[in-house]
Protein backbone atom coordinates (compact mmCIF):
# COMPACT_ATOMS: atom_id res chain seq x y z
CA UNK A 1 0.00 0.00 0.00
CA UNK A 2 3.01 2.61 0.95
CA UNK A 3 4.58 1.56 -2.40
CA UNK A 4 1.53 1.96 -4.75
CA UNK A 5 0.99 5.36 -2.65
CA UNK A 6 4.83 6.76 -3.36
CA UNK A 7 4.26 5.88 -7.18
CA UNK A 8 1.01 6.94 -7.72
CA UNK A 9 2.71 10.74 -6.17
CA UNK A 10 5.44 10.34 -8.62
CA UNK A 11 7.98 9.86 -5.43
CA UNK A 12 11.00 7.77 -7.31
CA UNK A 13 13.49 7.79 -4.10
CA UNK A 14 12.59 8.23 0.04
CA UNK A 15 15.36 9.31 1.84
CA UNK A 16 15.93 9.22 5.83
CA UNK A 17 12.83 7.53 6.43
CA UNK A 18 11.70 3.81 6.28
CA UNK A 19 12.61 1.73 3.32
CA UNK A 20 10.48 0.26 0.85
CA UNK A 21 11.36 -2.95 -0.23
CA UNK A 22 13.69 -5.22 -2.27
CA UNK A 23 11.24 -5.44 -4.96
CA UNK A 24 9.81 -1.82 -5.06
CA UNK A 25 11.20 0.40 -7.85
CA UNK A 26 11.32 3.34 -5.19
CA UNK A 27 14.86 3.77 -3.93
CA UNK A 28 14.98 4.26 -0.22
CA UNK A 29 17.99 5.75 2.01
CA UNK A 30 17.25 5.02 5.69
CA UNK A 31 18.92 6.91 7.76
CA UNK A 32 20.73 6.30 11.50
CA UNK A 33 21.42 8.52 13.89
CA UNK A 34 23.99 6.34 16.08
CA UNK A 35 24.38 3.04 17.26
CA UNK A 36 24.95 4.36 21.45
CA UNK A 37 23.51 0.74 22.41
CA UNK A 38 27.08 -0.71 21.59
CA UNK A 39 28.38 1.18 24.29
CA UNK A 40 25.38 2.04 26.78
CA UNK A 41 22.95 -0.65 26.41
CA UNK A 42 21.77 -0.17 29.87
CA UNK A 43 20.00 2.83 28.34
CA UNK A 44 17.86 0.59 26.66
CA UNK A 45 15.76 -2.24 27.18
CA UNK A 46 16.69 -5.94 25.73
CA UNK A 47 13.61 -5.76 23.64
CA UNK A 48 14.94 -2.26 21.75
CA UNK A 49 17.84 -3.62 21.30
CA UNK A 50 16.71 -6.40 19.53
CA UNK A 51 14.48 -4.01 17.41
CA UNK A 52 17.14 -1.58 16.56
CA UNK A 53 19.58 -4.52 15.61
CA UNK A 54 16.76 -6.25 13.39
CA UNK A 55 15.71 -3.05 11.98
CA UNK A 56 19.49 -2.86 10.35
CA UNK A 57 19.49 -5.88 8.96
CA UNK A 58 15.90 -5.38 7.46
CA UNK A 59 17.75 -2.11 5.85
CA UNK A 60 20.52 -4.40 4.40
CA UNK A 61 18.14 -6.35 2.64
CA UNK A 62 15.32 -4.18 1.92
CA UNK A 63 16.82 -0.26 1.50
CA UNK A 64 19.28 0.66 -1.39
CA UNK A 65 21.47 2.59 0.75
CA UNK A 66 22.46 3.21 4.30
CA UNK A 67 22.51 7.05 5.40
CA UNK A 68 24.72 7.75 8.67
CA UNK A 69 26.09 11.07 9.17
CA UNK A 70 29.31 10.68 10.09
CA UNK A 71 32.76 8.19 9.86
CA UNK A 72 32.61 7.45 13.11
CA UNK A 73 29.53 6.53 13.24
CA UNK A 74 29.90 4.26 10.38
CA UNK A 75 32.71 2.61 11.91
CA UNK A 76 30.16 1.40 14.69
CA UNK A 77 27.96 -0.02 11.90
CA UNK A 78 31.34 -2.17 11.08
CA UNK A 79 31.19 -3.39 14.58
CA UNK A 80 27.49 -4.49 14.09
CA UNK A 81 27.85 -5.76 10.39
CA UNK A 82 30.59 -5.79 7.63
CA UNK A 83 27.41 -5.96 4.85
CA UNK A 84 25.65 -2.57 6.63
CA UNK A 85 28.83 -1.20 6.09
CA UNK A 86 29.47 -1.73 3.03
CA UNK A 87 25.74 -0.78 1.64
CA UNK A 88 26.32 2.37 4.03
CA UNK A 89 27.13 6.26 2.95
CA UNK A 90 28.37 8.89 5.18
CA UNK A 91 26.42 12.31 4.20
CA UNK A 92 26.97 14.92 7.54
CA UNK A 93 24.22 16.91 8.51
CA UNK A 94 23.92 20.56 7.04
CA UNK A 95 22.66 23.30 10.08
CA UNK A 96 21.55 26.49 9.63
CA UNK A 97 21.47 29.70 12.04
CA UNK A 98 19.08 32.48 11.86
CA UNK A 99 20.06 35.88 9.94
CA UNK A 100 21.63 38.73 11.52
CA UNK A 101 19.30 40.80 11.34
CA UNK A 102 16.60 38.32 13.01
CA UNK A 103 19.06 38.19 16.51
CA UNK A 104 16.98 39.14 19.16
CA UNK A 105 19.04 41.83 21.73
CA UNK A 106 20.42 40.39 25.19
CA UNK A 107 18.09 42.21 27.14
CA UNK A 108 15.25 41.20 25.30
CA UNK A 109 16.51 37.62 26.18
CA UNK A 110 17.57 38.32 29.92
CA UNK A 111 14.30 39.87 30.07
CA UNK A 112 12.12 37.35 28.73
CA UNK A 113 13.99 33.77 30.51
CA UNK A 114 15.10 36.32 33.39
CA UNK A 115 18.67 35.69 32.84
CA UNK A 116 20.86 37.48 35.58
CA UNK A 117 24.39 36.85 34.79
CA UNK A 118 26.89 36.04 31.14
CA UNK A 119 25.98 32.65 30.46
CA UNK A 120 27.04 29.75 28.26
CA UNK A 121 24.20 27.75 26.57
CA UNK A 122 23.95 23.92 27.01
CA UNK A 123 21.16 23.04 23.92
CA UNK A 124 20.70 19.34 24.67
CA UNK A 125 17.56 17.26 25.15
CA UNK A 126 17.43 15.91 28.69
CA UNK A 127 17.79 12.30 26.89
CA UNK A 128 20.66 9.87 29.47
CA UNK A 129 23.48 9.99 26.77
CA UNK A 130 23.31 13.76 26.96
CA UNK A 131 25.39 13.71 29.94
CA UNK A 132 23.67 16.92 31.83
CA UNK A 133 25.75 15.48 34.82
CA UNK A 134 28.63 16.57 34.49
CA UNK A 135 28.28 20.21 33.91
CA UNK A 136 26.50 20.18 37.35
CA UNK A 137 29.36 18.26 39.05
CA UNK A 138 31.31 20.99 37.32
CA UNK A 139 29.12 23.30 38.79
CA UNK A 140 29.37 22.18 42.13
CA UNK A 141 33.68 22.95 42.06
CA UNK A 142 33.55 25.80 41.20
CA UNK A 143 32.31 28.48 43.98
CA UNK A 144 29.89 31.25 43.21
CA UNK A 145 30.39 31.02 39.27
CA UNK A 146 30.41 34.19 37.63
CA UNK A 147 28.16 33.36 35.07
CA UNK A 148 24.71 30.56 34.42
CA UNK A 149 24.86 27.93 32.45
CA UNK A 150 21.35 28.06 30.55
CA UNK A 151 19.83 24.99 29.60
CA UNK A 152 17.62 24.76 26.09
CA UNK A 153 15.39 21.30 25.05
CA UNK A 154 12.94 18.48 25.72
CA UNK A 155 13.03 17.90 29.55
CA UNK A 156 11.98 14.38 28.91
CA UNK A 157 13.67 10.40 27.74
CA UNK A 158 10.94 7.86 26.99
CA UNK A 159 13.54 5.19 28.05
CA UNK A 160 14.60 6.54 31.48
CA UNK A 161 11.41 8.57 32.90
CA UNK A 162 13.01 9.26 35.90
CA UNK A 163 15.84 10.94 34.79
CA UNK A 164 14.73 14.46 34.56
CA UNK A 165 13.33 14.73 38.35
CA UNK A 166 16.44 12.96 39.16
CA UNK A 167 18.65 15.90 37.54
CA UNK A 168 16.25 18.32 38.98
CA UNK A 169 16.71 16.87 42.25
CA UNK A 170 20.73 17.36 42.51
CA UNK A 171 19.94 20.33 41.35
CA UNK A 172 17.92 21.17 44.11
CA UNK A 173 20.03 19.19 47.02
CA UNK A 174 23.66 20.80 45.76
CA UNK A 175 22.03 24.24 45.37
CA UNK A 176 22.47 25.36 41.93
CA UNK A 177 19.40 27.06 41.17
CA UNK A 178 21.03 30.34 40.79
CA UNK A 179 24.04 28.67 38.46
CA UNK A 180 22.23 26.40 36.16
CA UNK A 181 18.64 27.64 34.50
CA UNK A 182 16.34 25.41 32.69
CA UNK A 183 14.39 26.85 29.92
CA UNK A 184 13.13 23.68 28.48
CA UNK A 185 12.34 24.09 24.51
CA UNK A 186 12.58 27.82 23.25
CA UNK A 187 11.18 28.69 19.29
CA UNK A 188 14.39 28.60 17.02
CA UNK A 189 15.12 32.35 16.75
CA UNK A 190 15.45 32.54 20.51
CA UNK A 191 17.78 29.71 20.65
CA UNK A 192 19.97 31.05 17.75
CA UNK A 193 19.76 34.81 19.69
CA UNK A 194 20.94 32.81 23.02
CA UNK A 195 23.86 31.07 21.16
CA UNK A 196 24.83 34.36 19.95
CA UNK A 197 25.34 36.20 22.78
CA UNK A 198 26.36 33.34 24.98
CA UNK A 199 29.98 32.92 26.16
CA UNK A 200 29.99 29.55 24.36
CA UNK A 201 27.84 26.48 23.59
CA UNK A 202 28.68 23.38 25.65
CA UNK A 203 27.55 19.76 24.40
CA UNK A 204 28.98 17.23 27.14
CA UNK A 205 27.05 14.17 25.16
CA UNK A 206 28.43 10.26 25.31
CA UNK A 207 27.12 9.90 22.26
CA UNK A 208 26.13 11.50 18.85
CA UNK A 209 25.54 10.86 15.23
CA UNK A 210 26.80 14.71 14.20
CA UNK A 211 26.98 17.58 16.83
CA UNK A 212 24.58 20.00 15.73
CA UNK A 213 25.27 22.51 18.20
CA UNK A 214 28.56 22.10 17.31
CA UNK A 215 28.37 23.33 13.26
CA UNK A 216 26.18 25.80 14.96
CA UNK A 217 28.52 27.40 16.94
CA UNK A 218 31.22 27.86 14.46
CA UNK A 219 28.53 29.35 11.89
CA UNK A 220 27.56 31.87 14.77
CA UNK A 221 31.95 32.21 15.45
CA UNK A 222 31.37 30.75 19.09
CA UNK A 223 33.31 28.81 20.87
CA UNK A 224 32.17 25.40 21.66
CA UNK A 225 33.05 23.09 24.79
CA UNK A 226 32.59 19.42 23.47
CA UNK A 227 33.52 15.87 24.99
CA UNK A 228 35.88 14.32 23.20
CA UNK A 229 33.55 11.78 21.89
CA UNK A 230 35.02 10.48 18.60
CA UNK A 231 32.25 12.40 16.73
CA UNK A 232 32.84 15.77 18.00
CA UNK A 233 36.79 15.33 17.26
CA UNK A 234 35.73 14.87 13.50
CA UNK A 235 33.90 17.96 13.16
CA UNK A 236 36.91 19.60 14.86
CA UNK A 237 37.60 23.43 14.54
CA UNK A 238 40.07 25.80 16.08
CA UNK A 239 37.14 27.84 18.71
CA UNK A 240 36.72 24.01 19.82
CA UNK A 241 37.75 22.81 23.76
CA UNK A 242 37.26 19.33 24.81
CA UNK A 243 37.10 17.73 27.96
CA UNK A 244 36.46 14.10 28.69
CA UNK A 245 32.69 13.30 29.53
CA UNK A 246 33.36 12.21 32.84
CA UNK A 247 36.07 14.51 33.80
CA UNK A 248 33.63 17.55 35.54
CA UNK A 249 37.21 19.04 37.28
CA UNK A 250 38.48 19.15 34.08
CA UNK A 251 35.49 21.00 32.71
CA UNK A 252 35.14 24.01 34.96
CA UNK A 253 38.41 24.49 34.66
CA UNK A 254 37.12 25.43 31.14
CA UNK A 255 34.27 27.08 32.20
CA UNK A 256 36.34 29.05 34.25
CA UNK A 257 38.62 29.96 31.80
CA UNK A 258 36.48 30.75 29.37
CA UNK A 259 34.32 33.63 30.83
CA UNK A 260 35.55 36.61 28.65
CA UNK A 261 32.70 37.41 25.91
CA UNK A 262 33.88 37.64 22.68
CA UNK A 263 32.17 39.54 19.96
CA UNK A 264 31.41 37.46 16.74
CA UNK A 265 29.88 37.42 13.02
CA UNK A 266 27.22 35.12 11.31
CA UNK A 267 29.14 32.77 8.69
CA UNK A 268 25.83 33.35 6.51
CA UNK A 269 28.61 32.18 3.30
CA UNK A 270 29.82 29.26 4.77
CA UNK A 271 26.01 28.39 6.26
CA UNK A 272 24.94 28.18 2.31
CA UNK A 273 28.23 26.41 0.70
CA UNK A 274 27.14 23.56 3.40
CA UNK A 275 23.99 23.66 2.59
CA UNK A 276 25.02 23.47 -1.35
CA UNK A 277 27.28 20.79 -0.53
CA UNK A 278 24.51 18.17 1.25
CA UNK A 279 22.53 18.95 -1.37
CA UNK A 280 25.35 17.76 -4.17
CA UNK A 281 26.17 14.79 -1.95
CA UNK A 282 23.03 13.37 -1.43
CA UNK A 283 22.77 13.48 -5.25
CA UNK A 284 26.07 11.95 -5.84
CA UNK A 285 25.05 9.06 -3.25
CA UNK A 286 21.49 8.66 -5.77
CA UNK A 287 23.08 9.00 -8.76
CA UNK A 288 26.56 6.93 -8.23
CA UNK A 289 24.52 3.91 -6.69
CA UNK A 290 24.13 0.61 -8.51
CA UNK A 291 23.36 -1.34 -6.13
CA UNK A 292 19.58 -1.10 -6.52
CA UNK A 293 18.08 -3.60 -8.99
CA UNK A 294 14.72 -1.79 -10.22
Given at each position: ??D?F???N??SIL??SG????N?K?K???W??D??E??F?????F????L?????FL????S?????S????Q??LK??S???Y??S??????NYV?K?????SL?YL???Y????KY?L????Y???K??????KALTV??E??????S?G??F????P????N???Y?????LT??Y????V????????????????I??S???G?G?S???ATLLG??A?L??I?V?????????N??K???YKGLS??????II????????K?QI??Q????????????N?????A
Amino acid sequence: MFDNFLKKNKISILSHSGFTGKNSKVKSYPWFPDFQELYFPENFSFKKRILRKINIFLAIKHSTKIIVSSTSVQKDLKKISNDAYNKSAVLKHTNYVIKLNKIKSLRYLQKKYNIKKKYYLLPNHYWVHKNHIVILKALTVIKEPAFQVISTGMCFDHRKPEHFSNLRKYIKDKELTDSYKILGVVPFPDLCSLMYHSLAVINPSKSEGWGNSADQATLLGKRAILSNIPVHKEQKKDNFNYFKPNDYKGLSKILVKNIIFKKNKINIKKQINLQNNYIKNLETIILNDKSFKA
